[in-house]
């Protein structure tokens, strides 16, 4: 079981930047593919960034290509999500998951993939 934990969420103007944290125990993170999800108010959760356990294979979702950075520190167990330049529609709860990876080199951008959830932190950005 890998229990995750999400921290850095907060209220910031557009244009403004956040990281998030996504703290893992349990197991160790480099067993793990990891991605990043988010989830407005009457939406679909919806993929964000994906990592794979190792070599740095990352993707996005296009509306975030070039302004968000997902990357992971497996010693320190923990995954992170730089937000730049942050839009009004990117307000939404982001949540971490992870899915066991026999592949160094996988990912997946679907939900239905990953097993292991956080419990969220919420982003807002004000226009």
């Known amino acids: 079981q890998v229990q995750l934990v999400e921290s850095g969420g907060g209220l910031v103007q557009a244009g403004g930047s956040l990281s998030l944290s996504c703290a893992a125990s349990?197991?160790?993170?480099?067993?793990?593919?990891m991605g990043w999800f988010r989830q407005a108010p009457g939406k679909e959760r919806e993929f964000v960034a994906a990592i794979s356990r190792s070599f740095g294979k990352t993707a996005y979702i296009d509306s975030v290509k070039g302004r968000f950075t997902i990357s992971r520190d497996n010693a320190k167990n923990t995954m992170y999500l730089q937000m730049n330049s942050l839009k009004p529609e990117d307000t939404a709860v982001y949540y971490c998951a992870a899915t066991a990876a026999y592949s160094p080199t996988y990912y997946s951008t679907y939900t239905s993939n990953y097993n292991y959830w956080g419990q969220g932190t919420q982003v807002t950005v004000s226009s």
């Open positions: 349990g197991r160790t993170l480099s067993s793990y593919a």
